[in-house]
Each structure stands twice: as structure tokens, then as C-alpha cells.
């Protein structure tokens, strides 16, 4: 983090022994996670729906990451970061509602369509990803973060520290403190409680705005809150 912000989460949150799946992690997003988190010193395991595409897309990041089976990485995970694509989001979850049960669940999917004026959002029977997340995962504890980071920063090997804010949302306060803590452990990222679940839709559509403005202006443009 940099010196000029702080984060707010309680000084007892520990979360060097945890365990940190990522689903979706042979994408960009999902990679560029892993990549970071294992680089800030935690356990981390990317899943696929083939697992030797898994083992061979960590082994390449170079970093001490594991990889398995989208299952097995749900198994073996405490956390867990979901990075498919929108249109794979439900039927994953559906199908790993068991082995994500009493876990923390991290939704950073955006849906998004691209047409010929650019990225917009789209509309999401449940209001967002994450709260279709938290209507098939009842027993686990979801939480929405990770939307708003640029993939190609997260995989430069040039970029020590990345400047932006993750707004976290979430109805659960430890779940909640426990991904700002993950997102605090990336050099120059600091997690910022943005609400409740229920205020996702529009961080996750922000995402659309962000990508037009890095097509204008050739960047890769994040978010960092002010005041707090």
C-alpha cells in the first residue's frame, strides 16, 4: 500500500494462513489474481475445468501457484475468488455449491456485452453476479471485490505496485474485513468497503465505463476513493 492511505480493517484479521482458490484462474483476470496474491506471500491454487490446463497455466506464472480442477480447487480453498466468464458463472456455482458451502466466496465477474459503440452492462435477473452468486451459494458467505483492476497491470512483470482501490461489498462484516485484508496485501491496492451486496450491480457495470475510458485515453484506468 501506499504511504499516503491506510486501510480499515482491524489489526487481528490474520490471513497468512490461508487458503486462496481461484476459479477461472487459467483467464487473465483470474491469472493476474493468482499471480499477485501468490507474489504477496499467500497460498494460492488456480482452477480450471481442466486441470492439466491448470497445472501448466501455474507452473508458467512461476510464482509457487498451484493448480487443479475447478472442484478440487474449491475443496482445498478457505477463499475463493470466481473469475469465469459471465456466461459460465451460474452453471460453475451451481455445480460447486457443496464444496463451496461455509466459505468465503469472491465474486469479481462482470457481465458485460460489447457491441459497436463499445462495453455496456447487461441486466441480471438476480441484480448483479454477486447476488446471483448468494442466491446459489446459501451456504456460503459471498462477497463482491476485484472488478475494477486492469488484467494487463496484474500480469507486468515491470509493475511493482498497482495504483487503485478495490471497493469490497458484502452483508457479512468478517467476510467482508477478510477480502479487504487480501486486497491490502497487493503492493499499492487498498480495500475499501463499498456497501451491501445489494449495491453490486453498479460497481460491476462501473467496469463498462472503465474499459471506455482506456480505450479513449490508452491506460489502464482503475478507481481510488477519496476521503476515507
Not at 492511505?5 to 477461472?24: E, F, M, Q
Not at 491496492?189 to 451486496?197: A, C, Q, T, W
Request: proline content about 2%; glycine content about 12%; overall charge negative.
Amino acid at each position: 500500500m501506499t504511504d499516503s492511505i491506510s486501510s480499515d480493517v482491524p489489526a487481528a484479521i490474520d490471513i497468512t494462513t490461508l487458503r486462496v482458490g481461484v476459479l477461472g484462474g487459467t483467464g487473465d483476470q483470474g491469472r493476474g489474481l493468482a499471480r499477485r496474491l501468490a507474489m504477496a506471500g499467500l497460498s494460492v491454487t488456480i482452477g480450471s475445468r481442466d486441470a492439466a490446463r491448470a497445472a501448466e497455466v501455474a507452473d508458467a506464472l512461476a510464482v509457487g501457484v498451484g493448480g487443479l480442477s475447478n472442484g478440487d480447487c474449491a475443496e482445498q480453498s478457505d477463499v475463493v475468488i470466481v473469475a469465469v466468464p459471465w456466461d459460465g458463472h451460474e452453471a460453475l456455482l451451481e455445480a460447486l455449491a457443496g464444496s463451496l458451502a461455509g466459505k468465503i466466496v469472491v465474486d469479481c465477474v462482470n457481465p458485460l456485452g460489447f457491441d459497436k459503440q463499445g462495453a455496456f452492462g447487461l441486466d441480471v435477473a438476480d441484480g448483479s453476479a454477486a447476488q446471483q452468486a448468494a442466491r446459489i451459494l446459501v451456504d456460503s458467505r459471498v462477497v463482491a471485490a476485484f472488478h475494477h483492476i486492469s488484467a494487463v497491470l496484474l500480469l507486468d512483470e515491470t509493475v511493482d505496485s498497482i495504483d487503485t482501490d478495490v471497493l469490497v461489498l458484502g452483508d457479512d462484516r468478517e467476510a467482508t474485513d477478510i477480502v479487504q485484508a487480501l486486497a491490502d496485501r497487493i503492493p499499492g491496492i487498498r480495500g475499501v468497503f463499498g456497501g451491501r451486496l445489494r449495491n453490486a450491480g453498479q460497481v460491476e457495470a462501473m467496469t463498462a465505463n472503465l474499459i471506455s475510458m482506456n480505450r479513449r485515453y490508452k491506460a489502464h484506468a482503475g478507481v481510488r476513493i477519496t476521503d476515507v
